[in-house]
Nanobody, 123 residues
């Protein structure tokens, strides 16, 4: 299994940008599909974006498409989420997670999870 640690969250004004990172340990990162989820207070955990093992294929939720970009650096065992044009409704705890396959979007399809990083967008 891969162990995951997110960083890069913080407070930003609406329209601003943040870049989240997810550092992975373990030998399987470079062969593992990865994803980002977010969870606002009192709400369910929702899919944000995913990337296949090579980085060649990506997918996004409709709410972030065109504003967020998921990427990975397998040499550094790190996953990224570049978030631009942030909105107040993007406020949530963001989690990275690992999956056995690319193309899935349900939290139950992902096994390893990080502890989360808080993103707060002020309007």
């Amino acid at each position: 299994q891969v162990q995951l640690v997110e960083s890069g969250g913080g407070l930003v004004q609406a329209g601003g940008s943040l870049r989240l990172s997810c550092a992975a340990s373990g030998r399987t990162f470079s062969s593992t599909a990865m994803g980002w989820f977010r969870q606002a207070p009192g709400k369910e955990r929702l899919f944000v974006a995913a990337i296949n093992w090579s980085g060649y294929s990506t997918s996004y939720s409709e709410s972030v498409k065109g504003r967020f970009t998921i990427s990975r650096d397998n040499a550094k065992n790190t996953l990224y989420l570049q978030m631009n044009s942030l909105k107040a409704e993007d406020t949530a705890v963001y989690y990275c997670a690992a999956s056995r396959q690319f193309g899935v979007t349900g939290p139950r399809d992902f096994g390893s999870w990080g502890q989360g990083t808080q993103v707060t967008v002020s309007s």
